[in-house]
């Protein structure tokens, strides 16, 4: 049973910067696609990044702000967030797909202030 658990929110004022941090169990850690999305009250979750072991991608909405890296002696991926504006808040959960299924962390909540 995959577990993943996030860490690194908080409340941080626009233009300031988090970074968060998700520790994943499980083997093969390497071969697995990870993932970070975000999620405001009332909305879907959305998609931030995503990084696999051959492309890193991310949501037009955070591109040239945040930087999505992984180390997988660790088996922890992290998501660096610069220039935070106010829209930025949600609640930012890990995300791991083995192929077969998607696994999510509880979340950590980012609280951007105007």
């Known amino acids: 049973q995959v577990q993943l658990v996030e860490s690194g929110g908080g409340l941080v004022q626009a233009g300031g910067s988090l970074r968060l941090s998700c520790t994943a169990s499980?083997?093969?850690?390497?071969?697995?696609?990870m993932g970070w999305y975000r999620q405001v009250p009332g909305k879907q979750r959305e998609w931030v990044a995503t990084i696999s072991s051959g492309y890193i991608n991310y949501a037009d909405s955070v591109k040239g702000r945040f930087t999505i890296s992984r180390d997988n002696a660790k088996n922890m991926v992290y998501l660096q967030m610069n220039s935070l504006k106010p829209e930025d808040t949600a609640v930012y959960y890990c995300n791991l797909n083995d192929g077969l299924q998607y696994y999510w962390g509880q979340g950590t909540q980012v609280t951007v202030s105007s």
């Open positions: 499980g083997s093969m850690f390497s071969l697995k696609v």
